[in-house]
């Protein structure tokens, strides 16, 4: 079991970059897989990113690879989003949570434990 606090998010200009991070309460962190969504008003909560229990896997959504790249660090209990090239469409509230497994196609039903999450905004 774990409790999660997102932070780093802000206003950025874009073509900017931050970096979330996610800390984890709890013994069992390192045995979750952990993933970034994100939420737009009136839209359900998009996958963004995925990651290994070890760190060893990554997963990433088609609209975000190569501009962010997901990490953790198990010895902080924390994992993070770091954003490149932001656009404006990455705009939304970004949230963490724990999964059991890391495989393609992830979605909401796949994840447990879930953080507040964090604004990103990403002016034009």
């Known amino acids: 079991q774990v409790a999660l606090v997102e932070s780093g998010g802000g206003l950025v200009q874009a073509g900017g970059s931050l970096r979330l991070s996610c800390v984890a309460s709890g013994r069992t962190f390192s045995s979750y897989p952990m993933g970034w969504f994100r939420q737009t008003p009136g839209k359900e909560r998009e996958f963004v990113a995925a990651i290994s229990a070890s760190g060893g896997i990554t997963n990433y959504a088609d609209t975000i690879k190569d501009r962010f790249t997901i990490s953790r660090d198990n010895a902080k209990n924390t994992v993070y989003l770091r954003m490149n090239s932001l656009k404006p469409e990455d705009t939304a509230v970004y949230f963490c949570?724990?999964?059991?497994?890391?495989?393609?196609?992830?979605?909401?039903?796949?994840?447990?434990?879930w953080g507040q999450g964090t604004q990103v905004t990403v002016s034009s």
């Open positions: 949570a724990t999964s059991r497994r890391i495989f393609s196609g992830m979605t909401i039903s796949d994840f447990g434990t």
